[in-house]
């Protein structure tokens, strides 16, 4: 993979103001993250891990600071146009999959397209993404019918269906057994090597970190050290 | 997001919660149904009551004496048979076809044993072309029956059902009236209408006979005069010309008319207005159920964005715009009240019939009228309803920040 930065951000920070307190979630937080690259981030509860994947995953906006995503300057756009960012540059992977239960796999993983305003071959589309992670044979499943790591696999493939600059997961094992855990976290680096798709994953579990090229580990807002 | 996808999630996310779309949609078809069924009662009303009006006759004027919109009028002087003839000058008033003058009231007839109060008309043979009245049998009133003050009688098929039981094969048979006998020599073909009392309990008898016998009148007064003009386009001029005769006539100042003239589109015009306003009277007690309906929908509706939070901050993360989610939250509202319009409309069809039923079944036949308006309303009104209530939950649900959705439990 070239060295073309996928992720850039310059002393990002995030304050929440609670009553007369701010706090500062994220105090400067400046780093790389190249196209193609398996990275984690890591860190205690309070740290700054999941303001710091809303940043990335354009779910929130900066105090300040500048986060550049894939060439585009998103710290200053608005709703809508973090909307847009959103459908097109990020795929989310949740613990909790996060699925429309009333509707089959198909459905759920056309949904970005639909936001995307794509009408033509979008079930052939979500059709091929449902078989790259393996469930060819359970497209009109409704989540229900499905197991955890098959639900996971929909996500990961509802991630993939607009092909995005980088996908976010945010503790894609942590609410799976061991084995399905296993078996997602072999389907996303499979993903990355075949696709060079650029991962980040939240996590927790140092066995899963252990697995990435790269750990972002943060204390207090700060990143800690940045290990290659 | 194209809006046929959005109408398919929409019916989806409803389906899904079947018991509680179901109960929803129950408020906004009751109150639909009552609109439209009340709508339908107030036209049936007007259409039936001003049909009944013009069955009484063709482009006719009443004339009676007094003037009840000015207290200043004194020394009323009463129409008598002078003015009537008056009235038919063709030179000063060229646009009345025909008069006839009458004398009124009700008075007790019996035949048998059997009796019914009836309205007694002291009428001339004019009376039959002006108002348009049709023998079942018989004969008219002749002029001879007025010169001679004969007790001869025309009764209405009210009062012939009433004291014989029949309404054929009655001429000859004797009625008595106030208790003076009278013969029958016809019987009056049917008119319907109920909104003044039945036309049909009616008997016509002599104008000289009821001035003499019943009502102790000189042969000179009259309690009314039913003029006819010659044709529909006449009937203003009709008035006009009535007007100046009687104002010479009587010797009044100006603006003092001791008469009033009111034409048969008078009476039409003022029973629009007093169904109108009893029509609007019944929408508006309606329209509030339809109301209460359209808060139940918002109720509904805030329960489901709550509940939906994280699917809503789902879609959000995935691309949804503001917009996206405000049609969808929107669409299923709308959906909501829609549905209900159209079975709302059905129920109100089913009401009105009903009610329609119940009239002929109780004696007073009354068509209850659904018009192309009152469902046009209707619907357009619900879905306005859902729209309008389903604003502020689906704003709601658009402005929640992705964050604080995905994070909600």
Known sequence: MGEYPVIQTSNLKKIYKMGDVEVHALDGVSFKVYKGEVVSIMGPSGSGKSTLMNLLGCLDRPTSGRYVLDGEEVSLLDDDQLADIRNRKVGFVFQSFNLLTRQTALANVELPMRYAGLVEDRKERAKKALESVGLGDRIFHRPTELSGGQQQRVAVARALVNNPAILMADEPTGNLDSKAGKEIMELLLKLNRDRGTTLIIVTHDPNIAAQTQRVIRLRDGLIEEAVK | ?409
Do not use: C
Not at chain 2, 144 to 150: D, F
Not at chain 2, 191 to 213: C, E, M, W, Y
Not at chain 2, 241 to 268: M, P
């Open chain 2, 1 to 409: 997001m194209n809006l046929g996808q959005a109408v398919i999630e929409a019916l989806e996310s409803l389906y899904s919660n079947k018991l509680r779309s179901i109960l929803t949609i129950l408020g906004i078809i009751i109150g639909v149904g009552a609109v439209i069924a009340m709508l339908a009662v107030g036209e049936g009303a007007q259409s039936t009551i001003t049909g009944s009006i013009s069955g009484i006759g063709t482009n006719l004027l009443f004339v009676y004496s007094g003037n009840m919109s000015n207290s200043d009028v004194r020394n009323v002087k009463p129409i008598t048979m002078e003015d009537a003839d008056a009235l038919l000058d063709q030179y000063q008033a060229p646009s009345v076809e025909a008069i006839a003058p009458m004398v009124s009231g009700s008075l007790e007839v019996t035949a048998g044993g059997e009796k019914k109060v009836s309205t007694i008309n002291g009428v001339t043979p004019d009376y039959q072309s002006v108002r348009n009245a049709e023998l079942k049998e018989g004969t008219f009133i002749t002029e001879e029956n007025i010169l001679g003050r004969a007790s001869v009688a025309v009764v209405g098929v009210d009062v012939a059902t009433a004291l014989f039981d029949r309404t054929d094969g009655l001429i000859g048979e004797s009625i008595r009236i106030n208790g003076q006998p009278f013969r029958i020599i016809g019987v009056l073909k049917s008119k319907g209408g109920s909104s003044f009392g039945s036309q049909d309990n009616v008997v016509l008898i002599p104008l000289t006979t009821a001035q003499a016998r019943l009502f102790n009148k000189t042969s000179d007064d009259i309690d009314m005069l039913l003029v006819q003009a010659t044709s529909s386009e006449t009937v203003n001029s009709a008035s006009d010309e009535i007007a100046n005769i009687l104002r010479l006539r009587h010797r009044t100042k100006i603006g003092l008319d001791d008469f009033t003239i009111f034409s048969q589109q008078d009476f039409v015009s003022t029973a629009k207005t007093i169904t109108g306003v009893f029509t609007i009277f019944l929408g508006g007690i309606a329209a509030i159920s339809l109301l209460v309906g359209g808060i139940g929908i918002m109720n509904i509706m805030l329960v489901s964005v709550t509940e939906r939070t994280r699917e809503i901050g789902l879609r959000k993360a995935l691309g949804a715009r503001k917009r996206d989610i405000l049609i969808q939250f929107l669409t299923e509202s709308s959906l909501l009240s829609l549905l209900g319009g159209i079975i709302g409309i059905g129920l109100g069809w089913l009401i009105s019939f009903i009610v329609g039923k119940i009239a002929a079944a109780s004696g007073s036949p009354f068509n209850p009228l659904i018009t192309f308006n009152s469902i046009l309303l209707a619907t357009l009104f619900s879905t306005a309803v859902g729209l309008f209530f389903g604003l502020y939950p689906a704003n709601r649900a658009a402005n929640l920040e992705p964050v604080e959705a995905l994070r909600y439990e």
